[in-house]
Structures are given as structure tokens and as C-alpha cells.
């Protein structure tokens, strides 16, 4: 079935590590987002990417990286910079241009915990 | 910041309709009305979207007002399981920056 994966579902990291948060979709869709939600609070946006090999920051980009190199994959890498880690990541894609319904679809998302 | 006001949180009977009102006073000409649900812990889940007509899925019911500056999102039979919390979205149709606010958290209750 067509979908976006993500990986791991749990994390759990030590303070000043890295982590690198897995998306994947088979959707064949242009666009992938990936969006942080903390407790009680809204989605909020990290970085987008319409194309492959290009990305955009989004309203919270600082102390996150992400890379673009397949249209199917829009890996998330949580620095040692990020000052307060610990959050659900969530990982979406939708189609663009005159092919966009505005939907995206996404994971099921990634709780990283930082010890 | 998120162009839509949404109250936090409402309750419904299981059988019932729950309408769910939305704000979008400064919504623009292009900018359609979107609506997603999240169960907790999991991904949102796209439920509708219009632009300016009133719009009905196998989910729900979407009313729009003329002046487009509120709508309403009707589950005209809403179940234990449609307890999540509903997002009111505005966004142009190839919008790469859908903002979600902090949603109205939905209870039905049996």
C-alpha cells in the first residue's frame, strides 16, 4: 500500500548526540515536510522540500539539517544545537503545482526522547 | 501565526452531530479552508477541504458562510472514535506552509 513510513517510532538519545529521524514515502509525491508537535500544542513547520536536492527552512529550522537526494526520502537529522530536543517529529508529503489538493498525508510520526 | 481561531476543546454525544466552528476573518480570495484530525500520538489525517461552496464527504460536512470569514465542520453521526483534535487550516491550494494552530479538542462521549 502507498504511504510515508517513518523510523524509528521511539528514540531516546543522550544530550550532545545527533539523531537522524527516517522518512520515506512511496506516494510519488513532490513535496515532504517535517513538523514538530510538543505536548497540548499545534504542528509546527522545520524544513520542506519541493524538489529533489532543494529545501526550504521553515518557522523552526534552527538546531535541525535535512537532505534531499531521492524524490521518495526526506531524511530529518536532530543536532546537538536543537537547545530542547525532545518533541514528535512528524513527517508529511503532498503532490504541487496544478496537481495539489493541498493534502498532505502523513506518518505516524517519531517520539524522540532526549535523556 | 495561524490565520484561524478554533475554540479548545467541545464535546458531543455518540449518535449526535458535533459541529465545529471555525474563524478565518482574514482569509484571502485563493485560500481554501482545510480541516485534518489527529487521534492522539498519531499522524493527522486529512477530513475535508472547500473553497467556497459547501463541501460533503463520506467524513463530514464542510459549510462555508458567504463572506467565507467562518465555516463549520459537521460529523453528522460522530462516534467514540472521532474523539481527536480537529485542525482548521487555511492555505492556498499549492500552499507548502499549512499552518496548524493548537486545534479544538473533540470529546464524544457514549
Known amino acids: 500500500d502507498g504511504g510515508i513510513t517513518q523510523s524509528p517510532k521511539y528514540l531516546f538519545r543522550k544530550e550532545g548526540q545527533n539523531v537522524t529521524l527516517s522518512c520515506e514515502q512511496n506516494?510519488?509525491?513532490?513535496?515532504m515536510y517535517w513538523y514538530r508537535q510538543d505536548p497540548g500544542q499545534g504542528l509546527r513547520l522545520i524544513y520542506y522540500?519541493?524538489?529533489?536536492?532543494?529545501?526550504q527552512k521553515g518557522d523552526i529550522a534552527e538546531g535541525y539539517s535535512v537532505s534531499r537526494e531521492k524524490k521518495e526520502s526526506f531524511p530529518l537529522t536532530v543536532t546537538s544545537a536543537q537547545k530542547n530536543p525532545t518533541a514528535f517529529y512528524l513527517c508529511a508529503s503532498s503532490t504541487i503545482g496544478t496537481a495539489n489538493t493541498g493534502e498532505l498525508f502523513f506518518g505516524e510520526g517519531s517520539r524522540l526522547t532526549v535523556l | 501565526d495561524a490565520k484561524t481561531t478554533q475554540p479548545p476543546s467541545m464535546d458531543c454525544a455518540e449518535g449526535r452531530a458535533a459541529n465545529l466552528p471555525c474563524n478565518h476573518s482574514t482569509i484571502s480570495g485563493n485560500e481554501y479552508v482545510y480541516w485534518y484530525r489527529q487521534i492522539h500520538s498519531q499522524g493527522p489525517q486529512y477530513i475535508i477541504h472547500?473553497?467556497?461552496n459547501n463541501e460533503t464527504n463520506e467524513m463530514a460536512s464542510l459549510i462555508i458562510t458567504e463572506d467565507r470569514k467562518s465555516s463549520t465542520l459537521i460529523l453528522p453521526h460522530a462516534t467514540l472514535r472521532d474523539t481527536a483534535v480537529y485542525y482548521c487550516?487555511?492555505?492556498?491550494?499549492?500552499?507548502?506552509?499549512?499552518?496548524f494552530g493548537s486545534g479544538t479538542r473533540l470529546l464524544v462521549r457514549p
Open positions: 472547500g473553497l467556497k
Open positions: 487550516i487555511v492555505g492556498m491550494d499549492s500552499s507548502y506552509k499549512l499552518i
Open positions: 522540500s519541493q524538489i529533489v536536492n532543494d529545501f
Open positions: 506516494l510519488n509525491h513532490d513535496a
